[in-house]
């Protein structure tokens, strides 16, 4: 634990081995905890109310978890499950609120296949989660002569018929959010961070980066409601970005009306023996070395099985060809961290369908975890009681072992190992 919240901190630095106050390691790691469940939430609701959704209901939550973690008010470990628990289902309603957000300003996003790269001329990258200031720079760019391009968590943007309507939002380059650095040094463009997940700038692309909404970083141009105009001017006095081969395409933006109108379909294949198993294989990325374990895991993966895919997890594998089940793909991009909303609706459908409870479905979650906001989502699924998931590249540095214990003997959750026992194991 580390705790610092009040005056009577241990030698006046902060409490680590058990608070002054009498509140206990554990209890002080699950305060963190939903901290950074609230945290995920908060960033979903950030992102609804850019487009002018909010819900009461979670407000009034996240004001009693923020309560609950004053000091001196709650000192009990049990009540601090519970409210995570809570904060899952709050996170559940969050992600439908952005979800409808989305589509009802957007359009219900299709599968898109999207080409990795840049073309001959003027560009602008836009990197992070946010819709609205995707939407804003594209409408302030239309008839400039300056192509806008998608990076990490922007990728599902194509998906939507309202954003992909821009003749020049031309595709994607790079990938997840930490390989920014490398990819922003590499392109002439102006790059706008629109959320979480944005770096430190190089020194030379500190000048040409703008940060828009809640981003903001030190030395960098802030773009105040949503006028691109600084960024608009830097991108038209940048030299041009070069044709590249652009063989890479990558598809995303399966929403669950795509999905749910191939039940049917999905139905008759499983009960012939052609799918066997259902995995979603999702989360953030990270830079550990770890993190090939999810490469490794879908290329071993047998050929009579669907893989789920959302967030910037993806990136360790989503440009693989996994082809198709008799016309339904074999790799689904569902979007954002955010769309595991998706996720969880296409489960609860696939149960729906079969007429089974979900743990006795063939399904396997296989995680991967990185930051705070990643917390809501785990909790949303243990709150829906999903048993044996699968958690990797490592296990959240806020579990200690009493934590871990309660996950693993309620839950079954499951720290990942090699890939191909894993395989094994799952579809034992
Ligand atoms: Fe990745 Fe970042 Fe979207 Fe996360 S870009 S790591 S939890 O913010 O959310 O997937
Ligand atoms: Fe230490 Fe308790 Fe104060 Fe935190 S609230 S600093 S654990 S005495």
Redesign the pocket.
């Known amino acids: 634990m580390f705790?610092?919240?009040?005056s009577?901190?241990?030698f006046e630095t902060?409490?680590t081995v058990k608070?002054?106050?009498g509140?206990e390691a554990t209890v002080?790691r699950l305060q963190d905890n939903l901290l950074f469940s609230m945290k995920g939430i908060s960033a979903y609701l950030y992102h609804s109310r850019e487009l002018g959704y909010t819900d009461p209901e979670v407000d009034q939550f996240l004001e009693k978890g923020f309560y609950s973690t004053l000091?001196?008010v709650n000192f009990d470990p049990a009540e601090f499950v519970e409210l995570a628990k809570e904060s899952g289902m709050m996170n559940i309603k969050a992600m439908q609120l952005l979800k409808k957000a989305h589509i009802e300003t957007y359009g219900e996003p299709t599968p898109t296949e999207v080409k990795v790269g840049s073309v001959k001329g003027k560009g602008i990258i836009a990197t992070g989660h946010s819709l609205k200031a995707l939407e804003e720079l594209l409408k302030q760019t239309e008839g400039t002569g300056i192509n806008v391009y998608t990076h990490s968590e922007l990728l599902p943007a194509h998906g939507y018929p309202e954003l992909r309507k821009y003749k020049h939002l031309k595709g994607q380059i790079g990938g997840p959010w930490f390989d920014q650095k490398k990819t922003f040094s590499n392109y002439p463009a102006a790059i706008v961070g629109t959320s979480n997940c944005v770096l430190i700038p190089k020194d030379d692309y500190k000048e040409r980066m703008f940060t828009v909404g809640v981003a903001q970083l030190p030395g960098v141009t802030h773009i105040e409601d949503y006028d691109f105009t600084p960024a608009i001017e830097m991108a038209k006095s940048l030299p041009d970005l070069e044709d590249e081969p652009r063989d890479t395409v990558l598809t995303t933006g399966f929403g669950a009306s795509t999905i749910l109108a191939l039940a049917g379909k999905i139905k008759e294949l499983v009960l012939a023996g052609k799918i066997k198993h259902f995995f979603v294989v999702g989360g953030c990325d990270s830079p550990k070395p770890q993190a090939k374990y999810y490469t490794e895991f879908v290329k071993n993966l047998p050929e009579d099985v669907i893989v789920l895919t959302l967030a910037c997890g993806k990136y360790r594998f989503n440009d693989m060809d996994l082809g198709n089940i008799e016309g339904v793909p074999r790799l689904i991009d569902l979007g954002q961290c955010n769309d595991a909303i998706v996720g969880i609706d296409v489960v609860v459908a696939l149960s729906d369908l079969f007429e089974m409870e979900i743990n006795d479905l063939p399904l396997t979650f296989v995680l991967s975890w990185m930051e705070q906001k990643a917390a809501a989502i785990l909790w949303s699924l243990l709150a829906l009681d999903i048993q044996n998931m699968y958690l990797g590249p490592i296990v959240p540095g806020w579990v200690n072992d009493e934590i871990l214990k309660v996950l693993v003997d309620n839950y079954g959750l499951t720290p990942i190992g090699d890939p191909k026992e894993d395989i094994k194991k799952m579809l034992g």
């Not at 705790?3 to 009040?6: A, E, K, P």
């Open positions: 705790c610092y919240q009040c009577q901190t241990a902060g409490c608070g002054v106050c509140k002080a000091t001196n």
